[in-house]
């Protein structure tokens, strides 16, 4: 099966930046949809951002980052960047890195790969 490894978390400080990259091991351009999710304690995972290989690769953001985060994609390289500006405490969460190989991008949690996650965590 397809395998996600996610990299880049760590701890900032509220207005820092984190970029976050999602390997994967097979072609990236063959997934329907790549996205990112988080999940803060005590809370259901929640989208961030969606990039559609088809259809002119538009992007998708949640409101809460909208103008924040960047979510991009390197098919070169088989990977997925999430670049996070002006981080808030509110972003703190494990962030997830997700691929849709049937259908089109979905912000439900109903993907068919899931890398493993990486923790991003912001102080005031």
């Known amino acids: 099966q397809v395998q996600l490894v996610e990299s880049g978390g760590g701890s900032v400080q509220a207005g820092g930046s984190l970029r976050l990259s999602c390997a994967a091991s097979?072609?990236?351009?063959?997934?329907?949809?790549m996205a990112w999710f988080r999940q803060a304690p005590g809370k259901e995972r929640e989208g961030v951002a969606l990039?559609?290989?088809?259809?002119?690769?538009?992007?998708f953001y949640a409101d809460s980052v909208k103008g924040r985060f960047t979510i991009s994609q390197d098919n070169a390289k088989n990977t997925v960047y999430l670049q996070m500006n002006s981080l808030k405490p509110e972003d703190t969460a494990m962030y997830y890195c997700?691929?849709?190989?049937?259908?089109?991008?979905?912000?439900?949690?109903?993907?068919?790969?899931w890398g493993q996650g990486t923790q991003v965590t912001v102080s005031s």
């Open positions: 990039i559609a290989n088809g259809g002119g690769g538009n992007t």
């Open positions: 997700a691929a849709k190989f049937v259908g089109g991008c979905t912000w439900r949690p109903e993907y068919n790969y």
């Open positions: 097979a072609y990236t351009y063959n997934s329907r949809c």
